[in-house]
């Protein structure tokens, strides 16, 4: 059992419940919001031995673990800072967990950046854009053209049903880049007019599949038969290690109200048995490698097919649920 002094902080607490309600969401803010809440942990605990210490941090990491099960970048999160956590003493393990904490939010931040400088590559000065949800990796790349003097349109999806494209279409405009805001319906008829699809990921599998907001494979199939790029810009830290040995990832299915209200289900359900409607709401998909044109990491651009190799490279060593007791 762990010890009594093993409690997670409030605080913890706190980041589990804001990235579970999405007030704290996309797979990059996720994994950054849970390494600091790692390090607070770390910092406020107060556990009277390493033993507790160490529970106190898995429990904390169960925590933030449980809150969403698609974005990978949470678990890798967690993981590099567990593995970080090393010493004998409380005082060691504190200050190393707290270190590997922020080395891992640096790393995070330089990534995004170099990652936009290899998309930029791929954009040419007039270019249009069709994004989908809100990904900053994404816009990363858009950032790093716009400093380049390249010229970039936008045509923004809605992103039903929680309009993440609204935060998408606010931050270019923040940049001055001339935004079409579209219904998700419009995506196919949009496509005649973009140069390159442009969209983030979530998780990406050992195959090259794409586990993004759904809504992302249906726009890559059309996109396909359009003859417009695919382009997917993922940090290393939305690699799935667990697809190396045949897992798959967890698509989260989220709650009726965000689909439709209550007033909205009595005015269908009327006076019929209201077991009869149901509401799916799957918050993500998953597009297969033969629709992704390149994969944009701040490794350099991939080929879906090729990601396997990167992974390895990268997650070859045992990868582990740190946070189990
Ligand atoms: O699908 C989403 C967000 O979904 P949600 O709004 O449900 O979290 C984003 O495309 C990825 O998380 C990548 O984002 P980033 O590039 O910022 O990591």
Not at 92 to 99: E, F, K, N, V
Not at 129 to 139: E, F, P, Q, R
Not at 208 to 222: C, D, E, R
Not at 285 to 302: K, L, N
């Given at each position: 059992?762990?010890?009594?002094?093993?409690?997670?902080?409030?605080?913890?607490?706190?980041?589990?419940?804001?990235?579970a309600e999405m007030e704290i969401r996309g797979a990059a803010a996720?994994?950054?919001?849970?390494?600091?809440?790692?390090?607070?942990?770390?910092?406020?605990?107060?556990?009277?031995?390493?033993?507790?210490?160490?529970?106190?941090?898995?429990?904390?990491?169960?925590?933030?673990?449980?809150?969403?099960?698609?974005?990978?970048?949470?678990p890798n999160a967690l993981r590099y800072v567990l593995h970080g956590m090393e010493g004998t003493t409380?005082?060691?393990?504190?200050?190393?967990?707290?270190?590997?904490?922020?080395?891992?939010r640096t790393d995070l931040e330089q990534a995004q950046s170099r990652l936009g400088e290899v998309g930029a590559n791929r954009l040419r000065d007039g270019d249009v854009?069709?994004?989908?949800?809100?990904?900053?990796?994404?816009?990363a790349c858009v950032e790093a053209a716009l400093e380049e003097g390249k010229e970039i349109e936008a045509i923004v999806k809605e992103t039903r049903p929680r309009k993440q494209g609204h935060i998408t279409a606010r931050e270019l405009r923040e940049w001055g880049v001339p935004v079409s805001l579209v219904v998700d319906n419009a995506a196919r008829r949009s496509l005649e007019r973009a140069d390159h699809v442009l969209v983030g990921a979530d998780s990406i599998a050992a195959d090259?599949?794409?586990?993004?907001?759904?809504?992302?494979?249906?726009?890559?199939?059309?996109a396909r038969e359009r003859g417009v790029p695919v382009?997917?810009?993922?940090?290393?830290?939305?690699?799935?290690?667990?697809?190396?040995?045949?897992?798959?990832?967890?698509?989260?299915?989220?709650?009726?109200?965000e689909v439709l209200s209550d007033e909205e289900r009595a005015e269908i359900v009327g006076e019929s048995d209201p077991d009869g409607l149901t509401v799916e709401n799957p918050a993500?998909?998953?597009?297969?490698?033969?629709?992704?044109?390149?994969?944009?990491?701040?490794?350099?651009?991939?080929?879906?097919?090729?990601?396997?190799?990167?992974?390895?490279?990268?997650?070859g060593h045992s990868t582990g649920e740190p946070w189990r007791p």
């Open positions: 059992m762990a010890p009594a002094d093993a409690r997670v902080d409030p605080a913890v607490e706190e980041t589990a419940r804001a990235i996720i994994a950054d919001a849970a390494a600091e809440a790692l390090a607070t942990q770390a910092r406020q605990t107060d556990a009277g031995s390493p033993e507790a210490f160490r529970a106190a941090l898995r429990r904390a990491a169960r925590t933030l673990y449980e809150t969403r099960p698609t974005a990978v970048s949470l409380v005082s060691d393990l504190r200050s190393s967990t707290i270190a590997h904490a922020e080395e891992f854009v069709l994004t989908h949800c809100h990904s900053t990796d994404a816009l090259g599949s794409v586990v993004n907001k759904i809504g992302t494979s249906g726009l890559a199939v059309m382009v997917v810009a993922a940090q290393t830290i939305k690699l799935h290690p667990d697809t190396m040995t045949g897992h798959t990832v967890e698509i989260e299915r989220r709650a009726e109200s993500f998909d998953v597009t297969p490698p033969r629709h992704v044109d390149a994969i944009v990491t701040e490794r350099g651009q991939f080929p879906p097919e090729s990601i396997v190799v990167l992974m390895r490279e990268l997650f």
